[in-house]
C-alpha cells in the first residue's frame, strides 16, 4: 500500500535496478499491488477526502484478495500514508484478514519532524486552501523549462493514450521560483522543481545520495498531488494529535481497540529510516512500545524474545528512499523478507 501523491509504482519502478515488487516475486512470493484514492494513478484522486477514507479502499482490497485467493488472511507492506490508514481501519475495526504487517516509516503515531512542524505553525494549508483557493497541492510542476509532463488517460496495459499536462499559471511559477529558496540540509539542495515541491508539501522524502539520478530526474514518473481535505487530515489532525481518529475525529488508538482479535499475537515490523524528515523516528518508537507494553501480557510474555513486533532503524536512509533507493534491496529489502518468511506458515498460503 503506497504513500499519499504517488502510486503502487512506487514498489514497481524501472527507474531502479532492483524494486520491492521484483524482489518478492524472485522469492516466490504472490504479490498484490493496490493502488487506493490517493494514487496519481486514480482519476478520482484529486476528490476532497476524509484522510480515514484510506480504510475504506485498503478494506476493499483486502477483501478482494482474501476472495481470489481462497486464505484467510494476507501479510501487508504498507508505507507512509498508506500505513496510517491501514492502522486507523484495523483499529477501528473495519479491517479484518491481515495475518502480518510491516509498515514503512510510521504507524499509529504520526509525529512530524521540526522543519515539518514549523511549516505546520504557519498553516500553509490553510493558506492554499483559503487565500490562494487551491483544492489540491501539486508536486509537479508546470513550469517551461521543466520536462514535458503526460497525464495518462488509461489504465490499461495493452492500450494507452496520453494528454499534454496544463500550461503554468502564475501561481505555479510563483510556487516554482519561491521553492528555490526553501532551507534544505547543504547537501541535499538540488535543482528539481518536483523535488522541491514534494519536499515543501511532506518534508524531504529522501537522501539524494541513496537515489539514482535516474530515478531523480524522472520524478513525474512517481509523483502527483494530493487533495486538501486529505493533507488538511493528515497535517492537521492526525499529526498534530499525534494519534489516528475515525471519520468523526475519536481517537482510535486505544487499549480496547488494540484488543480486537484483529491483533491477537498479529506480529509486526516497522521499517523507519534513521533521518527521516517527514515523520521523526520517535513516531514507530513510540508505536512498537505501545505494541510491546499492551499486547505482549496477552501472549504471556512479558519480553519480546520472540520478535513478535519489531521495529528497524535504517542507517543512512530517510524517508521513501527505504523503498526507492538504489541500494534499498540489499540495506533495506532483507528485513521486509525476513519477516514475511518467518511468519509465512500462519500467513496467506501456509495459512491454508
Known amino acids: ?42 482519476a478520482d484522486s484529486s476528490r476532497q477526502s476524509n484522510i480515514y477514507g484510506g480504510a475504506h479502499d485498503h478494506k476493499a482490497a483486502i477483501d478482494i484478495i482474501l476472495k481470489e485467493t481462497g486464505v484467510k488472511n494476507i501479510q501487508v507492506v504498507a508505507h507512509c500514508v498508506g500505513s496510517v490508514t491501514l492502522w486507523a481501519g484495523m483499529l477501528n475495526g473495519e479491517i479484518e484478514g491481515v495475518g502480518s504487517v510491516v509498515s514503512s516509516q510510521v504507524a499509529t503515531h504520526p509525529m512530524l519532524s521540526t522543519a515539518n512542524k514549523i511549516k505546520q505553525s504557519l498553516q500553509f494549508v490553510t493558506l492554499f486552501q483559503k487565500v490562494l483557493n487551491q483544492d489540491e497541492f501539486s ?45 534544505m540540509p547543504v547537501n541535499e539542495y538540488c535543482n528539481n522543481a518536483i523535488c522541491h515541491r514534494s519536499s515543501f508539501c511532506f518534508g524531504l522524502l529522501w537522501e539524494h545520495d541513496m537515489i539514482s539520478k535516474n530515478f531523480h530526474d524522472n520524478l513525474d514518473e512517481i509523483m502527483g498531488s ?80 520472540k520478535g513478535l513486533y ?25 528485513f521486509i523478507l525476513d519477516h514475511l518468511e518467518t511468519y509465512s506458515k500462519t500467513t496467506g498460503y501456509g495459512a491454508r
Open 1 to 42: 500500500m503506497h504513500g499519499a501523491s504517488v502510486s503502487s509504482e512506487i514498489f514497481a519502478t524501472n527507474l531502479i535496478p532492483h524494486n520491492l515488487c521484483d524482489y518478492l516475486l524472485a522469492h516466490d512470493y504472490d504479490v498484490w499491488l493496490s493502488d487506493w484514492r490517493m494514487s496519481k494513478l486514480v
Open 139 to 183: 508536486c509537479l510542476t508546470h513550469s517551461p523549462e521543466a520536462s514535458p509532463v503526460l497525464q495518462s488517460t488509461s489504465t490499461s496495459t495493452t492500450e494507452t493514450s496520453a494528454t499534454p499536462a496544463k500550461g503554468p499559471t502564475t501561481l505555479d511559477r510563483a510556487i516554482d521560483n519561491a521553492l528555490r529558496l526553501m532551507p
Open 226 to 305: 494530493i487533495n486538501i481535505e486529505s493533507l488538511k487530515g493528515l497535517i492537521s489532525l492526525w499529526s498534530k494529535k499525534q494519534t489516528l481518529t475515525d471519520p468523526a475525529g475519536t481517537n482510535v488508538v486505544t487499549t480496547e481497540n488494540l484488543h480486537r482479535p484483529i491483533f491477537d499475537k498479529m506480529p509486526v515490523l516497522l521499517i523507519h529510516g534513521a533521518k527521516n524528515q517527514v515523520f521523526t523516528p520517535e513516531s514507530t518508537l513510540k508505536s512498537v512500545e505501545e505494541l510491546r507494553e499492551t499486547l505482549l501480557p496477552a501472549t504471556g510474555m512479558t519480553f519480546d524474545y
Open 310 to 334: 519489531r521495529r528497524e532503524l535504517i542507517p543512512g536512509y530517510g524517508h521513501l528512499d527505504c523503498i526507492v533507493g538504489d541500494r534499498a534491496y540489499k540495506d533495506v529489502y532483507p
